[in-house]
């Protein structure tokens, strides 16, 4: 309501000010047609000038703003990989009985072309599979996310995140597979049942989190190749991965 009134208030003092002077005008030269012609004139450029103000100049600004918010968010996103994503892949990758499947879709290489990307993003949104958690150190998992808790708390406290749905429901799902675990007193000898129930928050958090690393690898490769040639190596999509560069 304040807003409304400050809104009316400021349009009647500047209409009030236009007429003021206006009059004045009129007052010293006492010519009305002078007046007209360049009120019709001014009301004629109006729409123009409310086209180049309201719709370009300020579809480059939020485009620019965009951009910047995007390229912020992808340094979020790669030290959410360097910290925790890249072992999440590692560790999660052991236990998904298609382990081969994802191999050959995701095995991302320097010559991948944006065609090759989207097929990887769409193989990781069709693919279902269910995590083997026999397979899986749960323990191990367990003690991983809790001790990167307090990262994972900064990144979600950081307002850009807002702009990346994608990204904040990888956190989300993230934060949920670390209560699940945290709220069990051991990991040990759960049944079936419950087992179940925890592969469904993995496969949740396994999806999300491919469809992520391939499209910062590819943010990579357009912007940072330098980058990408050491995801390339690393990346646990292949049979050895290894920094080394080998010819």
């Known amino acids: 309501m304040w807003r409304i009134r400050t809104f009316i208030l400021l349009a009647g003092i500047f209409a009030t000010t236009s007429a003021l002077i206006y009059l004045i005008h009129y007052a010293i030269f006492r010519d009305t047609h002078h007046i007209f012609i360049y009120m019709i004139g001014d009301f004629a450029f109006l729409p123009l000038e409310v086209f180049l103000v309201v719709i370009v100049i300020e579809r480059l600004l939020n485009r620019r703003e965009k951009m910047t918010i995007r390229e912020k968010m992808n340094m979020v996103v ?126 949740r958090l396994f999806s999300l989190l491919i469809i992520e690393w391939v499209a910062y690898a590819e943010h990579l490769q357009s912007n940072y190749p330098y980058l990408f040639s050491l995801v390339t190596r690393l990346h646990p999509f292949q049979e050895t991965p290894s920094a080394v560069v080998r010819a």
């Not at 808790?149 to 956190?171: A, G, K, W």
């Open 78 to 203: 790669g030290a959410f990989f360097s910290e925790i994503g890249d072992q999440l892949l590692r560790s999660l990758l052991h236990c998904m009985q298609v382990n081969n499947e994802l191999s050959q879709n995701l095995n991302v290489r320097p010559n991948w072309t944006r065609s090759d990307f989207r097929k990887a993003v769409n193989f990781a949104r069709s693919l279902h599979y269910e995590p083997d958690c026999q397979e899986l150190d749960l323990e191990a998992l367990r003690a991983l996310l809790l001790e990167k808790r307090q990262f994972l708390i900064t990144l979600l406290e950081n307002p850009n995140i807002l702009e990346h749905e994608r990204f904040t429901d990888l956190l989300w799902a993230t934060f949920h597979l670390t209560e699940e675990l945290e709220a069990r007193a051991t990991l040990d000898d759960l049944p079936d049942s419950d087992l179940g129930h925890i592969s469904v928050d993995i496969e």
